[in-house]
C-alpha cells in the first residue's frame, strides 16, 4: 500500500513538472479547481469585453469623425446662406451659391449613410441598407447597438441617423429638407424665405451638435470601462497562475523526496521477502 501511495505521488509530481500547473484535474485540488475553473471564466469574460471595446471604439470614433464633417458642412453652407441675403446678386451668383448648397446636401447625404465593418453606422438596427434613400427619406429605425464592456455594464456605440439628421417626425430637424429649401430659397431669391431656412439651419446644426456630444458620453464611459478590464486583465491571470502553476523547486524536491522513499521501501521490502516461504508465513 505504501508502495503505490508513492508511486502515485511519484506519478502527480511528475506530472506537474511536465504540465507546469499544479492542478491538471479537479481530484488534484477540488478547491483549487474551482478557483481555478472560477478565474479562467473571468479571465475569457474580460477577454471579450475588451474585443467588445475595440470594436465599440471604431464605430463611435468613426461615428464622432462623421459627426464633426457634417458639422463643418452645415457651418459652410450657414456661411452660403448668409452670403445669399446680400440684394445686390445677379441671378447667376444666387444659381453658384444654390449649386453649392446642393452638393453640400449630397456630401451630407453620404456622411450620413457611412458604412463600415459592412454596416451602416446610422441605420439603427437595419445595417445593411442605406439609412438615407435617394428621396433624401429616412428608412433606417430608431434602434441604437449596445456592447457589454464590464460586468452588468452596457455602452451604447451607434446612433441612429434620425438623432442627427431627421426620421421626418415633429421631433427632429429634417436637415435634407431644411438644405432643400434654402436651395429652392436662394435660386429664386426670396428673401423672407432664406431668413427661415437660416434660423432653421441654426436647429439643424445644434441638432448634429448635440447627437455628437452624445456620442462623447458614450466614448467617455467606454474609456472608463477599459481602465477597469486593462486592470483585471492583468490581475485575473496573475491570481490564476499564483493558483495554478507548479512550483518547480518544491516540486523538484517533493519529486526527489517521493523517490527516495519509494526506493527505501523497495529495499526493505526486499528484504523482508528475501527467502521468505509459504510455511513461513503459516
Same mark, same amino acid.
Given at each position: *500500500?505504501?508502495?503505490?501511495?508513492? @508511486?502515485?505521488?511519484?506519478?502527480?509530481?511528475?506530472?506537474?513538472?511536465?504540465?507546469?500547473?499544479?492542478?491538471?484535474?479537479?481530484?488534484?485540488?477540488?478547491?483549487? %479547481?474551482?478557483?481555478?475553473?472560477?478565474?479562467?471564466?473571468?479571465?475569457?469574460?474580460? =477577454?471579450?469585453?475588451?474585443?467588445?471595446?475595440?470594436?465599440?471604439?471604431?464605430?463611435?470614433?468613426?461615428?464622432?469623425?462623421?459627426?464633426?464633417?457634417?458639422?463643418?458642412?452645415?457651418?459652410?453652407?450657414?456661411?452660403?446662406?448668409?452670403?445669399?441675403?446680400?440684394?445686390?446678386?445677379?441671378?447667376?451668383? @444666387?444659381? !453658384?451659391?444654390?449649386?453649392?448648397?446642393? %452638393?453640400?446636401?449630397?456630401?451630407?447625404? %453620404?456622411?450620413?449613410?457611412? @458604412?463600415?465593418?459592412? @454596416?451602416?453606422?446610422? &441605420?439603427?438596427?437595419?445595417?445593411?441598407?442605406?439609412?438615407?434613400?435617394?428621396?433624401?427619406?429616412?428608412?433606417?429605425?430608431?434602434?441604437?447597438? =449596445?456592447?457589454?464592456? &464590464?460586468? &452588468?455594464?452596457?455602452?451604447?456605440?451607434?446612433?441612429?441617423?434620425?438623432?442627427?439628421? !431627421?426620421?421626418?417626425?415633429?421631433?427632429?430637424?429634417?436637415?435634407?429638407?431644411?438644405?432643400?429649401?434654402?436651395?429652392?430659397?436662394?435660386?429664386?431669391?426670396?428673401?423672407?424665405?432664406?431668413?427661415?431656412?437660416?434660423?432653421t439651419l441654426e436647429s439643424s446644426?445644434?441638432?448634429?451638435?448635440?447627437?455628437?456630444?452624445?456620442?462623447?458620453?458614450?466614448?467617455?464611459?467606454?474609456?472608463? *470601462?477599459?481602465?477597469?478590464?486593462?486592470?483585471?486583465?492583468?490581475?485575473?491571470?496573475?491570481?490564476?497562475?499564483?493558483?495554478?502553476?507548479?512550483?518547480?523547486?518544491? *516540486?523538484?524536491?517533493?519529486?526527489?523526496?517521493?523517490?527516495? %522513499?519509494?526506493?527505501?521501501t523497495l529495499a526493505t521490502?526486499?528484504?523482508?521477502?528475501? !527467502?521468505?516461504?509459504?510455511?513461513?508465513?503459516?
Amino acid at each position: *500500500a505504501r508502495i503505490q501511495r508513492l @508511486r502515485s505521488r511519484q506519478t502527480m509530481t511528475a506530472e506537474q513538472l511536465s504540465s507546469g500547473k499544479r492542478i491538471n484535474r479537479p481530484s488534484d485540488d477540488p478547491m483549487g %479547481s474551482l478557483k481555478v475553473s472560477t478565474f479562467t471564466t473571468e479571465k475569457r469574460n474580460y =477577454e471579450q469585453f475588451q474585443r467588445n471595446m475595440d470594436a465599440g471604439t471604431h464605430l463611435l470614433n468613426t461615428s464622432d469623425n462623421v459627426l464633426s464633417e457634417a458639422t463643418n458642412t452645415l457651418l459652410r453652407t450657414k456661411e452660403l446662406a448668409i452670403q445669399s441675403l446680400n440684394s445686390s446678386l445677379l441671378p447667376a451668383d @444666387r444659381d !453658384g451659391l444654390a449649386n453649392e448648397v446642393a %452638393s453640400l446636401r449630397d456630401h451630407i447625404r %453620404s456622411l450620413a449613410n457611412t @458604412r463600415t465593418n459592412n @454596416r451602416y453606422i446610422f &441605420g439603427g438596427f437595419q445595417s445593411t441598407t442605406q439609412p438615407y434613400d435617394v428621396a433624401l427619406g429616412f428608412v433606417g429605425d430608431s434602434n441604437a447597438t =449596445e456592447y457589454e464592456v &464590464g460586468q &452588468g455594464q452596457r455602452v451604447r456605440v451607434t446612433t441612429n441617423g434620425g438623432e442627427a439628421f !431627421g426620421d421626418g417626425t415633429p421631433n427632429t430637424v429634417d436637415v435634407f429638407n431644411n438644405l432643400l429649401q434654402l436651395e429652392v430659397a436662394i435660386r429664386a431669391g426670396f428673401e423672407g424665405d432664406m431668413q427661415d431656412q437660416l434660423e432653421t439651419l441654426e436647429s439643424s446644426v445644434e441638432q448634429v451638435i448635440q447627437t455628437r456630444q452624445g456620442l462623447g458620453i458614450e466614448i467617455g464611459r467606454l474609456e472608463g *470601462a477599459r481602465a477597469v478590464t486593462t486592470m483585471m486583465q492583468e490581475k485575473v491571470p496573475e491570481a490564476l497562475s499564483e493558483l495554478q502553476d507548479t512550483d518547480f523547486a518544491e *516540486a523538484v524536491a517533493e519529486l526527489k523526496l517521493v523517490e527516495t %522513499s519509494l526506493e527505501a521501501t523497495l529495499a526493505t521490502s526486499s528484504r523482508m521477502m528475501s !527467502g521468505a516461504s509459504l510455511l513461513d508465513f503459516l
